[in-house]
């Protein structure tokens, strides 16, 4: 996506179909990985269902299993998994779960039954330019645009992620230029590393081997 690029169609549809889901259900269930990224899209998911009036019940995990997918499934309206579930979609229509998937990780294929949201299907690398809390970001303002004030959990996932070292791209940056003309994020110069001495940055730095 260039910048000033607009988002493909079959995404928004995509996520048009998870709001509905969302909006007629009352209690939800978040399975999200337990790493950087998942933890910032289980922060905005967790927000957005707040700030909509939904009960909610999130635990992060390390890896997701078709047993963790059927206990989730069982006796619940619906459920959510976040940087995880793009691989285990047919273990969702087994469990026969209303579920949304919000994952960035490439998908060996599509569900007709899951709502599966990720950028791998829209021809967008979610390894360098759409991390699952830049999905989450997107479901999330797409519910409400109050939303916007979640961006920088959103970006805590995307650098957590790696995926701001060489400059933002594709939905990452789609999410930068909106906040930016929304007035919730904005671009600094400088470098990464914290003012001082070199071994005292370094010792401080979340990312010692970026380039400022």
Known sequence: MEAG???PDKLLSRISIAKEELERSSEVRI???????????AGVL????LRAGKRFHATMTKGLTDQLVQE???GCELVIFADMGSSHLEA?????CRAIVLDHHGPPGDSEKVVHINPHLVDIDGMTSASASAMC????VNLDERNWDLLHLAFAGISGDRQSIRGLSGINQWLFEQG?????????????????????????????????
Do not use: K
């Open 180 to 212: 930016a003309q929304r007035g919730v994020v904005e671009a600094i110069p400088g470098s990464l590393h914290p003012s001082g001495r070199l071994l005292d940055g370094l010792y401080a730095s979340t990312d010692p081997t970026s380039e400022g």
């Open 31 to 41: 399975i999200s990985h337990y790493d950087a990224d998942g933890i910032s899209s």
């Open 46 to 49: 967790c927000n957005a269902l």
């Open 72 to 74: 989730a499934a069982d």
């Open 137 to 140: 970001m997107l479901f999330a």
């Open 5 to 7: 690029a607009q988002l």
């Open 92 to 96: 969702m229509e087994a469990a026969g």
